[in-house]
């Protein structure tokens, strides 16, 4: 077992516990079937880590992509906010209809300024009360 333990890679605390697994199943078959069985049956050291190895690999190479997908992801989203707070806010290609060319019958009835109603983008900025006094 120590062999094994030597051989293995991953974490230490998924190792210790595969190790203790194996130790339980040897020692169980140990009782029933004889030494020289349950070691046969067992398989190599070799096969044992081989296979543990490599199933760690993946999902180290699955967690690496993950947090490289996530990163870029974030760097996006990051870019993207920086711009628009740059930008400050809406972009100028949305404007209200009666802006962007609405027919006069439209603006004249008071239908375009009712589709598009005055948002926090749209209304001109004033300065907030100083409310420290």
Known sequence: MRELR???AGPRSARARLVE?????????????????ALARMGSIADI????????RRK???TRRSLALVSVSLGCAVALGVTQ????????HMRKPAQAGAPK???SCGLAANRW????ATRPRTRAPNLAR
Not at 21 to 32: F, N, Q
Not at 49 to 56: M, T
């Open 85 to 92: 707070y740059a930008a400050g806010g809406r972009s100028h």
């Open 60 to 62: 180290r190479r699955r």
């Open 105 to 107: 019958a439209a603006v």
């Open 117 to 120: 109603p005055e948002t926090r």
């Open 6 to 8: 030597a051989s293995l």
């Open 49 to 56: 880590a081989g296979g543990w190895n490599e199933l760690q």
């Open 21 to 37: 697994e194996l130790e339980a199943h040897l020692e169980d078959a140990v009782e029933r079937d004889g030494e020289a069985e």
